[in-house]
C-alpha cells in the first residue's frame, strides 16, 4: 500500500508527504526529485529538451518500478496522464487529493519558475487547473479542502491509521 499525495503546484503536496512520513514511520518520495536524480536533469532542463510528453513517461517510469510502502508526492501533473492515473487509483492505495481554493494556490506558485508557469497568465493557470480537477477527482479516494497544513497532516495519519 502506497500513500500518494496529487494536487496542483503549491497544494504544499512535498512539505506535507514529508511530515506525514515522519509520523507514520515511513520513506518519503518526491517523484520530481528523482526524475532529477535518474536523468540527472532538473526538471526545466528535461522540458526544454524533450518535452512534456517525455516527462510523463518518466514519472509512468517511476510509479511503475517504485511501489513500496511509502509516502509519494507526485508532480501537480501526474494524473494528465491516464496510464499514470490507472497506477496511482490502484485500490490498495490511498490517495489524497489536496485542494486548496485557487487564491491560495495562485499566491503561492506566481514567483515560481516552474516550467508550466512560464508565459501563461493568471487566468490561462487557472483553466490549466480547472482542466485538471476532474482527473484528480478520478484518482482521489480522500480530498482535503482548503485547509492549514496541520490540519491536513492531522487528517491524513487518521486516514491513514485507518486503511
Ligand atoms: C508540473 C508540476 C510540477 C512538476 C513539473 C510539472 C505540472 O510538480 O512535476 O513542473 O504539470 O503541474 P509540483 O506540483 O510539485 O510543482
Not at 512539505?15 to 515522519?22: F, H, L, Q, R, T
Not at 480547472?130 to 479542502?145: D, F, G, M, S
Request: with cysteine; glycine share 6%; charged share 30%.
Amino acid at each position: 500500500m502506497s500513500l500518494y499525495l496529487i494536487g496542483f503546484m503549491g497544494c504544499g503536496k512535498s512539505s506535507i508527504g514529508k511530515e506525514v512520513a515522519k509520523k507514520l514511520g515511513l520513506s518519503f518520495h518526491d517523484i520530481d526529485e528523482i526524475v532529477e536524480q535518474e536523468s540527472r536533469k532538473t526538471i526545466e532542463q528535461i522540458f526544454e529538451k524533450w518535452g512534456e510528453y517525455r516527462f510523463r513517461l518518466m514519472e509512468t517510469e517511476i510509479l511503475t518500478n517504485w511501489r513500496d510502502e511509502a509516502v509519494y508526492a507526485t508532480g501537480g501533473g501526474i494524473v494528465v496522464s491516464a496510464v499514470n492515473r490507472e497506477i496511482i487509483k490502484d485500490p490498495s492505495n490511498v490517495v489524497v487529493w489536496i485542494d486548496p481554493t485557487w487564491d491560495v494556490l495562485y499566491k503561492r506558485i506566481q514567483q515560481s519558475t516552474r516550467p508550466l508557469l512560464i508565459d501563461r497568465s493568471e487566468a490561462d493557470l487557472k483553466k490549466l487547473w480547472e482542466a485538471r480537477e476532474p482527473l484528480y477527482k478520478e484518482c482521489a479516494n480522500h480530498i482535503i479542502k482548503d485547509a492549514k497544513p496541520e490540519f491536513i497532516i492531522d487528517q491524513i495519519l487518521k486516514i491513514y491509521k485507518k486503511k
